[in-house]
């Protein structure tokens, strides 16, 4: 087709018929291969689920062991005249197939659970996404003025900057014991660490965008009069405004990446508690299919904020 072959040029064009053709093989392709390893035997399956033990003492049914390992206790049985152990070839317990997350993805919405974060997908990723909510606004509500400012105002820029640069390259998790310590063991530290993970690269990323805005529109501002505020809340900000909406929306992936390391500090709660709590139990299905809900909301949301950019930003559309 020639709109897929233009898809493959540098700095190439795609058109709707390309896009959809690409964002149907980007699901299909990662599905089909892990399909593939884990219900086609000779893809991997490098281990072995004991059916019957045979004549060996120390192999259960429902074991899994290294395909050498099997293979060797078959000859020793064999050798002793006894029951030869048997099996089927499996893949390691933490790699499920994909019925299995499925099943367990479909178990979270169907099934009542226990109370408590550590029993229900749903009922922690609930709790996360309010971790999530809170801290991006109180850093976004913060980052925000003082990033369009640093940006507008040079004074600001010398004034605020250097602090942030220094602050950014401190790792957020070096905070816990300290947001523990003011803020309690419960949600507010949390809330603080996504906040401290993205409020400073949020500040240099908003002036960043604030100072590429064309000085032309400066200029031509001023010459009709726009001084101060006028200038800042008529020109810049509309001006930076679908620039702006980027950034936030790509903020908002690092403040997904900071929740794992927030939900470890102080009490245990959130999706992250559940991932660890079903992985010490080897319940690596329900780890998947927390890990495959973390991925659709995040995707889902970035989508529905593209779709609301494309219609807020008509004029600054771009050609993907």
Excluded at 189 to 214: E, M, S
């Amino acid at each position: 087709m020639p709109s897929l072959a233009a898809s493959w040029r540098l700095y190439g064009r795609t058109d709707r018929t390309a896009r959809g053709v690409f964002g149907i093989l980007a699901v299909l392709l990662p599905l089909l291969t892990w399909s593939a390893v884990s219900y086609l035997p000779f893809v991997w399956h490098p281990q072995i689920l004991i059916t019957d033990p045979g004549g060996e003492d120390y192999l259960e049914s429902g074991m899994r062991m290294k395909r050498a390992d099997f293979n060797r206790a078959v000859d020793e049985m064999r050798a002793k005249k006894l029951p030869a152990p048997q099996g089927i070839a499996t893949n390691p317990v933490y790699f499920p197939s994909p019925g299995e997350v499925l099943s367990a993805f479909a178990h979270a919405f169907t099934s009542s659970a226990p109370t408590g974060a550590e029993h229900s997908i749903t009922q922690a990723f609930g709790h996360s996404i309010r971790i999530i909510f809170w801290g991006f606004v109180i850093s976004s509500l913060i980052g925000v003025p003082l990033g369009v400012l640093c940006g507008a105002l040079p004074a600001m820029a010398r004034l605020i900057e250097p602090s942030v640069d220094f602050f950014r390259y401190l790792p957020a998790p070096a905070f816990g014991a300290l947001a523990v310590a003011i803020l309690g063991i419960y949600d507010a530290p949390k809330i603080a660490i996504i906040v401290i993970g993205t409020l400073f690269q949020q500040i240099l990323v908003i002036a960043n965008t604030t100072r590429k805005l064309d000085f032309a529109l400066i200029e031509a501002a001023r010459t009709l009069g726009a001084r101060g505020l006028r200038l800042l809340f008529r020109v810049v900000i509309p001006g930076i405004l679908p620039d702006l909406y980027r950034d936030q929306r790509i903020l908002l992936g690092w403040a997904w990446t900071y929740l794992i390391v927030a939900e470890l500090i102080g009490t245990s709660s959130g999706i992250t508690w559940f991932i660890t709590q079903q992985a010490r139990y080897q319940h690596f299905d329900n780890v998947y299919a927390a890990m495959a809900l973390i991925g659709i909301v995040g995707l889902g949301t970035d989508m529905v904020l593209g779709l609301l950019a494309r219609k807020f930003f008509t004029w600054k559309r771009e050609n993907v």
